[in-house]
């Protein structure tokens, strides 16, 4: 969990992925349309990424547990909240607070 948490509070925007999920990439999509650079974890691609991955499931109290968003160091959650978050307008405003958008 340490981990998770320091590296999510390294950003404005971490995105904690896998290669090989479609969600993942939408999600990070979404944010690189919107003109933020978020960062992203592959879980897959990173030698401690099971600890997280399993750190997050219990986070987030589902598997799996990708994507998890975190905004401004604080979880935001999986592809329902930011696309919820999106649709009803407050996902721009969450990010400028955050110092991921500066328009």
Do not use: Y
Not at 15 to 24: L, Y
Not at 27 to 51: A, W, Y
Not at 52 to 70: C, T
């Amino acid at each position: 969990m340490d981990r998770v948490t320091k590296l999510a509070s390294q950003r404005a925007v971490v995105i904690f992925s896998t290669s090989s999920c479609c969600m993942c990439h939408t999600v990070t999509r979404l944010f690189r349309e919107l003109g933020v650079n978020p960062t992203v974890v592959e879980l897959d691609q990173d030698p401690r990424g099971k600890e997280m991955d399993k750190a997050l499931a219990r986070l987030l109290g589902r598997n799996p547990a990708v994507p998890a968003v975190f905004i401004g160091g604080r979880l935001v959650g999986s592809t329902d909240k930011v696309m919820s978050l999106h649709l009803s307008g407050n996902l721009v405003p969450l990010l400028r607070n955050a110092g991921a958008l500066w328009v």
